[in-house]
């Protein structure tokens, strides 16, 4: 999650966070022909988001948004700024949404991390319930809810050759490759008080399709990562969070986006994991988001077909909350949010299980 389109969101930088601002305005300076950054930058920190840090730089005449990964030891080629860089300036002149950048800075001297300036966008975002300037007529929620699917319709679009993103394929076997890694990362996580998701993971292996194509993906495409418009809410103006982007299959994408969709006829227990407004009267239901999808892509897809993809967007979902809970289960963090992530991780091998067996 990444807020950086509301100032208010904004806070102070927490100690821990904190860097050396006067070292980077004289980067800055250093770097950028710009009279609009010679000031010493206001800075502040958004709170949301569990990966890399992101700050607001506010100048008199222009406010930028700072990325960097946060502190202490980093994975092999976890929260790589240039890489995520690369992704957006690549992206912007074939992909509106993706917000402008501005530069980057791979020397770890300067703030302690590398890091990477793009353009604020001013405006909305939509979290666990819609903003308040947004009209929660039904009719209009389903153009904010349609306009949004539009949004990764167009990503998936992009040719990667035109976009110069090529060199984020790892070719052919994407479908193959993300059931491996998941099911390795599932297992590596798994507690002794959850279920072992053994019979969905072979499910998954036994019935993989063969890749429906290979465009950009988010790969964490959710409301909470749109910006809207101030003046038309109904208008998405930017995706954020591009650390995870790739080359992968479009419906792959489209079955992890929907592991997040609660809707509102599902169970109370489902709902009380519900991160975005997707119950929201007006909102498409799941199966309306996959016709939608199809509708527009020209993609030809059965309920049979369409379930595999279901099935491995909750489990890939199950996989991230376990990683999660199992840091808590193990004390390593005390967030009291996170104890109950191991209810959600048996509550998605449940309905994992329910789509296996009704896809026969």
Known sequence: MNPVSAPSEARSVRTEDAFDVAALAVWLRAHLADDTLSALPAVRQFSGGASNLTYLLEYPDRDLILRRPPGGRRADGAHDMAREYRVQ?????????????????????????PFYLMERLDGLIPRKELPREVDTAPARVRELCVNALDVLVQLHSVDPEAAGLTW????????????AGWSNRYRQARTWNVSSFEAVMSWLDENQPADRAA????????FDNLVLDRTDPTRPIGLLDWEMATIGDP?????????????????????????????????????????????????????REWAFYEVFGLFRLAAICQQIYYRYHH????????????LAVVLLERRCRRIMRTSR
């Open 251 to 303: 419906l792959m994408e489209l079955g992890g986006a929907l592991a997040y969709w609660v809707q509102q006829d599902d169970s109370a227990a489902f709902k009380l994991f519900r991160r975005q407004p997707t119950h929201a009267p007006g909102m498409l239901t799941r199966r309306e988001v996959v016709d939608h999808y199809c509708a527009r892509t020209g993609i030809g897809l059965t309920e």
């Open 168 to 179: 984020m394929s790892k070719g052919p076997g994407y479908v193959g490759r993300q059931i």
């Open 215 to 222: 465009v950009p993906v988010h790969n964490d495409f959710r």
């Open 331 to 342: 004390k390593q963090t005390t967030n009291p949010q996170f104890r109950f992530f191991g």
């Open 89 to 113: 300036s690549a992206l912007r002149p074939h992909f509106a949404y993706a917000p402008a950048t501005v530069a980057l800075c791979e020397d770890e001297d300067i703030i302690g991390a």
